[in-house]
Nanobody, 128 residues
Framework: QVQLVESGGGLVQPGGSLTLSCAAS????????MGWFRQAPGKEREFVAA????????YYADSVKGRFTISRDNAKNVVNLQMNSLKSADTAVYFC?????????????????????WGQGTQVTVSS
């Protein structure tokens, strides 16, 4: 079992930045690809970003390309999501997830069913 705990959410003004962290426990995540999803009120969960187990490939939703960066630190068992130029449309609960598979496409990583473990989420609110 892998337990995932997100942190770093909060209130930020439009144009601001936040860094979310996902701390894993139970197992090391060096064999897991990791993803971030978000869910806004009244909307379905949507894919944000993913990074493969090796760290060699990253995938992003079109809505966050150029603004968000996913990274991992296997030594610390942590995955981060750096979010810049935040917009009100980025307001949501953000979830991290772990996948034991070996996909190689945005299609693969954007499907929630790909992932084996999920965190509880952290709220991000972008508002002036």
């Amino acid at each position: 079992q892998v337990q995932l705990v997100e942190s770093g959410g909060g209130l930020v003004q439009p144009g601001g930045s936040l860094t979310l962290s996902c701390a894993a426990s139970g197992r090391t995540i060096d064999n897991y690809s990791m993803g971030w999803f978000r869910q806004a009120p009244g909307k379905e969960r949507e894919f944000v970003a993913a990074i493969t187990w090796s760290g060699n490939s990253r995938y992003y939703a079109d809505s966050v390309k150029g603004r968000f960066t996913i990274s991992r630190d296997n030594a610390k068992n942590v995955v981060n999501l750096q979010m810049n130029s935040l917009k009100s449309a980025d307001t949501a609960v953000y979830f991290c997830a772990a996948d034991r598979g070996r996909g190689d496409s945005t299609t693969y990583y954007s499907a929630g069913g790909t992932y084996d473990y999920w965190g509880q989420g952290t709220q991000v609110t972008v508002s002036s």
